[in-house]
């Protein structure tokens, strides 16, 4: 779901903050409120864990490089407003608002 805000908000930096609430969270899964406050916050808390690996070419040297990074550089679990607040991570910020020409996209 913070994928699909943070490719509607351009330009988007590591400043950004994207806002996922409950309530999405609850019709996009399709299951009770009641259980999404406390999905949503299993999930937020999972995903600042998270971690990604990108191969590339090094600028200066032309080898191959590999950065490893996270998918969010923070996360906020608003309590008793079912709402979750993701900056994503400055090494990720590129390949999510390019992920649409490169995949195939999902609901």
Not at 32 to 37: E, F, G, M
Not at 71 to 93: D, R
Request: aromatic share 8%.
């Amino acid at each position: 779901m913070a994928i699909v805000k943070a490719r509607a908000t351009q330009p988007i930096t590591a400043e950004t903050i994207l806002q996922v609430t409950a309530a999405d969270f609850a019709e996009i899964c399709e299951m009770d409120i009641r259980n999404a406050y406390r999905r949503m916050k299993e999930a937020a808390e999972t995903l600042f864990e998270r971690r990604v690996t990108v191969r590339s070419i090094h600028a200066d040297t032309g080898n191959d490089a590999i950065t490893t990074t996270r998918w969010v550089s923070s996360c906020t679990y608003v309590e008793q407003a079912g709402l979750v607040e993701l900056q994503l991570a400055p090494k990720i910020i590129p390949y999510i608002t390019d992920l649409e020409s490169k995949f195939t996209s999902y609901q």
